[in-house]
């Protein structure tokens, strides 16, 4: 069995501060979603239908999630007025997840609190930086998934 190579090493030693990334990235969701019917985990499906409906396996897709707990999660944010399903012209039996006017008013209601959360934060690394990471992380999910393909 061959060695990893530099660039396989430098990959690894990637993967755990990525993992303390992510769990820190869902302590501020649960910080700024605080009091409001969104869960962190509802706010991400959410954010997808920011432009657009999505389907709930395109969701599940991107987000990486089981399909089944993306469902659940559609389920709520229809039962609570956030979202609503529509037609799917390209697909009859799969529906569209749309937000409602609801539901883009309590994005709306976070905006503030995630808007001075990325302030602060982004102030220690500044945006050049953020921008170079923002695009290596595009890059590095593409490989992974390719990858996976």
Known sequence: MPGRTPEGDALTNLV???FELAAA?????????EGSQITPA???VLGLLIDEPLTVAVIARR???????????ANVAVETGIAEWRENPEHKRSQL?????????ELASLRPRQHQWA???AAKLGDQDLLHLSQLVKELTEAIRDEAD
């Open 16 to 18: 755990m501060p990525v």
């Open 63 to 73: 987000l990486g999630r089981a399909r089944q707990s993306v469902q659940r999660l």
């Open 25 to 33: 990235l869902d302590n501020a969701a649960s910080s700024i979603t």
């Open 97 to 105: 997840l749309a937000l409602t006017s609801h539901g883009y008013a």
């Open 119 to 121: 302030n602060e934060v």
């Open 42 to 44: 509802l706010w991400q």
